[in-house]
């Protein structure tokens, strides 16, 4: 009996129809092959993939940290600014990590919303970190176990937002909203707003991403293939031991760069693993076009994307009660992953682990993964 989808209606039966005219989610092997049509498929890649007129903007030292904010530019749209972040004391090179903001429905910032830099962290902010994060800057709280940690906006966050002026010239909302805007203080019933209306911008974006011949998931993992380069570039970071780690959707940007990026010895998902399938008629409304690259689900599934590099080491960690997924899909995706790494011989490269409660990064989960990440890229001890 064919299943009826809530979403679809009378249509239920056009899933069937389309998996006639190209079956739907494969299952592709790990390997060059795989890589090579994601990449192809993502449609934004370059030979030359490194930061342009990188600036060093200030420095400071907080809580045992050390920080830098640096800036540079991908090669189109505003600067991108970033934070470094690594501890007091560190007298060689140290492995390095890029902490990937999420999505969070939440583009006016970016890096803010993991880490804590040189200005005082707005109030707005903390009961985000209490809902998702165990209430702390987990970027921070990463570069004290010996990492030099990245991070940085991405397309659409952040110093790499669009403008409200911009995205006015499309939408009635942001025009009543910039008659009251301050861009230098905004407060936060306006930080709220744009937000609401930046969600709505994703789209246009994504249609503007396909007339540009690319995907939202292909310019966001260009970019934080760039962060990468300027990572390894830095002599106090160990070129051959670099790791990505991210919740939500910088658990998909995690999953992308694993995939798309070489230099990646360790990657950490979090809370945004499913299969395809299983999306269907569940939160496909509140998903970001980012874990939807257009035409994939003709060559494979979300979790292919994150295992198409095995034996490249994994972490996975799945929110048992995420109400962005169903049970069904994640412990599916889980056994697609194994499965990949069983194949090319090295089941104990992939990680996946099973945590009570909903979407989140909590302090348990934390400990968990940066432990693994320290055994994956080694650890160098800092004097106090």
């Known amino acids: 009996m064919a299943r009826t989808y809530q979403h679809l209606g009378v249509y239920s039966d056009w899933f069937d129809a389309a998996n006639k005219a190209h079956k739907l ?69 140290l492995p390095g990590v890029l902490a990937l903001h999420d999505h969070g429905g939440f ?54 937002k669009f403008p409200l002026e911009t995205i006015a010239e499309t939408d009635a909302n942001a025009r009543e909203l910039l008659s009251s805007w301050d861009e230098e203080n905004p407060t936060a019933e306006m930080i709220a707003r744009y937000n609401s209306i ?7 974006v994504e249609k503007y991403c396909h007339l540009l011949g690319t995907t939202l998931a292909g310019v966001v993992s260009y970019e934080d293939r760039v962060a990468v380069n300027y990572l390894r570039s830095r002599k106090d970071v160990q070129s051959d031991a670099i790791g990505c780690i991210g919740l939500s959707g910088g658990g998909a940007r995690s999953a992308l760069l694993q995939a798309t990026c070489e230099y990646i010895r360790a990657a950490v998902i979090v809370g945004m693993m499913n299969t395809f399938e299983q999306t269907l008629d569940h939160n496909v409304v509140t998903h970001t ?23 490249s ?37 992939y990680v996946g682990e ?17 432990a693994w990440l320290k055994k994956q890229l080694g650890s160098v001890s800092v004097s106090s």
């Open 107 to 160: 583009k006016y910032y970016g890096k803010e919303k993991i880490a804590d830099g040189p200005d005082e962290t707005h109030l707005m902010l903390q009961p985000f970190r209490e809902e998702y994060y165990g209430g702390r800057a987990f970027a921070n709280a990463l570069a004290k176990e010996g990492f030099v940690v990245l991070v940085s906006d991405t397309f659409l966050w952040g110093s790499r």
């Open 198 to 204: 930046a969600a709505q911008h994703e789209h246009l």
């Open 25 to 93: 989610y494969p299952v592709p092997p790990p390997g060059k092959e795989t890589q090579e049509r994601l990449r192809e498929m993502l449609g934004f890649h370059f030979e030359e993939e490194r930061p342009r007129a990188v600036k060093v903007e200030r420095r400071w030292e907080r809580d045992g940290l050390l920080g830098e904010e640096v800036s540079w530019s991908v090669g189109y749209g505003p600067r991108t600014v970033a934070w470094v972040l690594k501890p007091e004391g560190a007298k060689e090179p």
């Open 313 to 349: 080491p994994l972490m996975v960690q799945y929110d048992i009660d995420d109400s962005l997924f169903t049970p069904e899909g994640m412990r599916a995706a889980d056994r697609r992953i194994r499965a990949h790494y069983r194949r090319v011989g090295a089941p104990k490269n």
């Open 354 to 370: 099973f945590y009570p409660g909903g979407h989140k990064f909590d302090l348990e989960m934390q400990a968990s993964a940066f």
């Open 289 to 311: 076009w980012m874990v939807l690259p257009w035409g994939w689900a003709r060559y494979g599934d979300w979790s292919d994307i994150a295992a198409c590099r095995a034996p």
